[in-house]
């Protein structure tokens, strides 16, 4: 399946098989995290014993926690929230919250811009609207998300398109235009103002504890991901998930299937164990927005 307006490594990415990687998540109570490295140890303890209760073997990096990173994250829309209502999600992020915001010195800059297309359908035609310009060298993925509830588990397939930036688009939905040149097929006002969602600044620290050895021949990694809205100091959400990169090659569909056979065993026994930790309602993203819509993050 060729696309329109793709560039040719992704064109033959998506003829090898679109999704390129998977990623299993649970977003947690985060009210078990008023300690938060009390919380997060213990959980961990539980996906241990999950993952070696189905027949998988388990690596530390390292003493616990492992590698930790923090970064900073705002989401951007029009002011009725049109890109999102849409299943569209722009989002920034940076090392410092200068990168994220819109610039004062915008020379100063160094941020991963990101527009993204959720769907519970793989929709592959909307890879030419979420495509960069060429010019840009973006980084095009095809993700399947599978989302576990406190009972439920649910698939998400996302496209999306980052690129590095190092100037402020502007404050106009049309300053996205040269980056992201299939933004018009949206049939959006041109001249919306694009700021960050509510106002809102997100302080994200990441932890990698460890890797989960699914097939012999496919290794998952692990992260938990805490999101703090400054100058709050607990986190408004925690998220556990392990993400690996699916096999492209038709002989080696055989070892895809493995590989996700045991993740999603691996999530529903995590599912199964950590039942009181699991949240319900409101999507990470939708927790910044304060609104629900079928697709959202």
Do not use: C, M
């Given at each position: 399946m060729i696309i329109a307006g793709l560039s040719r490594a992704d064109a033959l990415t998506l003829r090898r098989g679109p999704v390129s990687s998977r990623e299993c998540k649970i977003l947690l109570k985060v009210e078990r995290f008023n300690d938060l490295a009390a919380g997060l140890q213990e959980f961990w303890g539980l996906v241990e014993a999950a993952a070696r209760r189905a027949g998988l073997a388990v690596s530390a990096n390292g003493p616990f926690p492992g590698p930790e990173k923090t970064r900073h994250v705002a989401f951007y829309d029009t002011p009725g929230f049109d890109l999102y209502r849409l299943g569209y999600i722009l989002r920034r992020r940076g090392d410092t919250a200068n990168d994220v915001t819109p610039a004062r010195n915008a020379d100063s800059q160094r941020f991963d811009l990101t527009l993204k297309y959720r769907n519970p359908e793989l929709q592959l035609s909307q890879m030419s609207t979420i495509q960069a310009a060429h010019s840009f060298n973006g980084e095009t993925k095809v993700e399947e998300d599978v989302v576990a509830g406190p009972a439920t588990i649910r698939k998400v397939y996302s496209l999306s398109s980052k690129v590095k930036l190092k100037k402020d688009p502007g404050p106009r939905l049309r300053d996205f235009f040269a980056i992201y040149p299939g933004l018009p097929r949206l049939g959006l006002d041109q001249t919306l103002a694009v700021r960050p969602v509510r106002d809102t600044l997100v302080r994200e620290y990441t932890i990698s504890p460890g890797r989960i050895d699914l097939d012999g021949a496919t290794v998952a990694d692990v992260t938990f991901s805490v999101w703090t809205i400054p100058p709050a100091k607990q986190p408004s959400v925690v998220e556990?998930?392990?993400?690996?990169?699916?096999?492209?090659?038709?002989?080696?569909?055989?070892?895809?299937?493995?590989?996700?056979?045991?993740?999603?065993?691996?999530?529903?026994?995590?599912?199964?164990?950590?039942?009181?930790?699991?949240?319900?309602?409101?999507?990470?993203?939708?927790?910044?927005?304060?609104?629900?819509?079928?697709?959202?993050?």
């Open positions: 556990f998930s392990f993400a690996y990169d699916v096999v492209q090659g038709g002989y080696l569909n055989q070892k895809v299937y493995r590989a996700q056979e045991a993740a999603d065993r691996l999530l529903k026994a995590i599912q199964g164990a950590g039942s009181a930790w699991i949240a319900t309602g409101q999507t990470k993203t939708g927790l910044i927005y304060q609104i629900e819509v079928p697709n959202g993050e």
